[in-house]
């Protein structure tokens, strides 16, 4: 006789939901900034920077930006020290900040199909599917690490 696992796991969870639809939000403003900020610095700056090189600085601007907002957070609204508040951010929200950065970029990319200027719209239009993709590849993961282990991932 075959036995089943029996899950006591439930995706249905409104109040984790939206827990975690508020912390994912707090994670894509930080990313959003230091990526689309790098991205504009590079197009203005150094237009002829190759595409791979953009992406991947702007991922690192995201990720540290996004440190250290979430950082921050944590101080003051937890009320950390700054080491620990920044060990923290570092330990809980890593994986869902790359899966948010690797979503936008590749919303962004499909896009503009790569270098724009930026007095081109769709440069401009490409922020808003690059967000919600951002906002849509973590938050999942973001409800399953709340629910699961009761512990925010920002």
């Not at 707090?26 to 959003?32: A, K, R, T, W």
């Not at 953009?54 to 690192?60: E, F, H």
């Not at 601007?61 to 950390?80: C, D, F, H, N, W």
């Not at 962004?108 to 993709?133: C, E, H, N, Q």
Request: charged share 15%; glycine share 4%; hydrophobic share 50%.
């Amino acid at each position: 006789m075959a036995h089943q696992c029996e899950t006591t796991f439930k995706w249905n969870d409104f109040a984790v939901w939206k827990r975690a639809a508020f912390n994912t939000f707090n994670c894509l403003i930080g990313c959003s900034a230091g990526d689309f900020a790098m991205l504009i610095i590079l197009q203005y700056a150094y237009p002829h920077t190759p595409m791979a090189v953009q992406m991947l600085l702007a991922t690192a601007a995201g990720l540290l930006t996004s440190m250290v907002l979430e950082t921050t957070i944590l101080r003051y609204r937890e009320k950390l020290v700054w080491r620990a508040a920044l060990h923290t951010a570092a330990g809980m929200s890593f994986l869902s900040m790359v899966a948010m950065e690797t979503a936008m970029n590749a919303a962004d990319f499909m896009v503009t199909g790569g270098k724009l200027a930026l007095s081109d719209p769709r440069y401009w239009l490409a922020f808003i599917p690059a967000t919600v993709a951002g906002f849509l590849a973590p938050l999942p993961y973001n409800y399953y690490r709340l629910k699961k282990h009761r512990k925010a991932c920002h």
